[in-house]
Each structure stands twice: as structure tokens, then as C-alpha cells.
């Protein structure tokens, strides 16, 4: 499975971070994943969360730029960030579609799986 350009120690992802509230972020833009507070390796051992990020490269790839970008936001304003449509079906990818970016290796149990906001 390809996967797209991944940024670490993004300002990107920082402000996104200072925004969230949170420890690590990863966030999408066009075809690149942007990281911070988590490091690549750190990213790519939990395929729940490569997989929910890989939902938001196919939505902005969908959309367009602006058209992400803009129903995104507007989905935040309307109905708070856990529930942007967007994060909604990037949730359910994630469960969905982990298995793809496992590598061949088990499933990690849900301790060992990224905790908080997947971005
Ligand atoms: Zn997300």
C-alpha cells in the first residue's frame, strides 16, 4: 500500500495541535500527512490511526482543496469537531481499513493504539 508524503515536526500540525488541546496530531493536506508531537515510526505503528488518516488524502483528493478545506470547517462551526462528517467517516475507514496498513503484522489491541484526537 502507498502512502503519501508524511511531514514530521510540522508548524502545520503544531498549530492544529495548540488548537486541539492535544499531545500529537497528524493532519492532512493534499497528499501529504503532516505530524507533530508524534514521529513517523511512532505514526506508522498504528494502522487504525494511518488508515484514518489515509480517509482524509482520498476526501481532499474528492473535494478539492478548497472543497475540503471549506466543508471541514463549516462541519466544525455546525457540529463540533468529533462530529465533522469528514472525522465521522475517517473513524469508521479507520476500523475499516486498519488491516491494509498493518504490514503484515497483528492488529495492535487497543492499548497500544494512538489515544485522543486522530486529527
Ligand atoms: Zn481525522
Known sequence: MDLPRI????PWARLARLKLGTRNVA??????I???GVSREEFLRDPY???HEME???QF????????LGRYLLGWVWH???NIPFEVAARAAGE???????AGRPLPPPEERHQGVQG
Not at 27 to 32: A, D, E, P
Not at 61 to 68: E, T
Open 7 to 10: 511531514v514530521e515536526n510540522s
Open 27 to 32: 493532519m492532512v493536506l493534499g497528499r501529504t
Open 34 to 36: 503532516h505530524l507533530s
Open 49 to 51: 490511526w494511518v488508515a
Open 56 to 58: 482524509h488524502v482520498r
Open 61 to 68: 483528493a474528492q473535494y478539492g482543496r478548497l472543497g475540503f
Open 80 to 82: 463540533g469537531y468529533y
Open 96 to 102: 475499516r481499513d486498519a488491516h491494509l496498513y498493518a
